[in-house]
């Protein structure tokens, strides 16, 4: 699939939060933090727990993206 005008034009612009969207933000955050919480109490600070947490931070801002720009 080739990326278009239209896609940078979505991509990079501004969302305003419609509907039921905050909530749902929200959530996911919420969720996240949890998983985040119980990933740091069941290991040891290493690389490996870094990269976990940091690949959790990139999944939120992939679902926030999901929920803004496709709705």
């Not at 305003?16 to 749902?24: E, I, L, N």
Request: aromatic share 8%.
């Amino acid at each position: 699939m080739a990326i278009t005008q239209i896609d940078l034009d979505n991509w990079f612009s501004y969302h305003s939060p419609k509907g039921d969207q905050p909530a749902r933000y929200e959530a996911i955050r919420s969720n996240a933090k949890s998983l985040a919480e119980l990933f740091l109490a069941s290991s040891q600070p290493s690389a490996d727990q870094t990269a976990a947490l940091r690949k959790l931070r990139e999944t939120v801002m992939a679902m926030n993206l999901a929920i803004a720009c496709n709705e």
